[in-house]
Nanobody, 128 residues
Framework: QVQLVESGGGSVQAGGSLRLSCAVS????????IGWFRQAPGKEREGVAV????????YYADSVKGRFTISRDGAKNTVYLQMTSLRPEDTAMYYC?????????????????????WGQGTQVTVSS
């Protein structure tokens, strides 16, 4: 089993910044990707950013490209999501997730159904 715990959410004004953390523990061997996802009320869960643990390749949804940065600290087994220039439409519950899947087209890893393990989420609220 893999456990993921998110933290760092909160309320911020438009244009502000937040950094989310995802602490990963448990049987992490063969975990290949960690992703950040978000879900707003009444909307489907969507992929925001993904990092490949072997090599560090990163991928972003178009809606956050240039504003969000995903990174990892291997020593701390933590993955971060640095969010800048936040907008009201970024308001959502943010989740991190892990998968042992590998290979294939990169954007499959922005799909929630590619992930087996999920954290409980952390709320981000951006006010205008």
């Amino acid at each position: 089993q893999v456990q993921l715990v998110e933290s760092g959410g909160g309320s911020v004004q438009a244009g502000g910044s937040l950094r989310l953390s995802c602490a990963v523990s448990g049987y992490t061997d063969n975990v290949n990707y960690i992703g950040w996802f978000r879900q707003a009320p009444g909307k489907e869960r969507e992929g925001v950013a993904v990092i490949r643990l072997g090599g560090g390749s990163t991928y972003y949804a178009d809606s956050v490209k240039g504003r969000f940065t995903i990174s990892r600290d291997g020593a701390k087994n933590t993955v971060y999501l640095q969010m800048t220039s936040l907008r009201p439409e970024d308001t959502a519950m943010y989740y991190c997730a892990a998968t042992r899947l590998n290979g294939g087209i990169w954007y499959r890893f922005l799909r929630p159904d590619s992930y087996n393990y999920w954290g409980q989420g952390t709320q981000v609220t951006v006010s205008s």
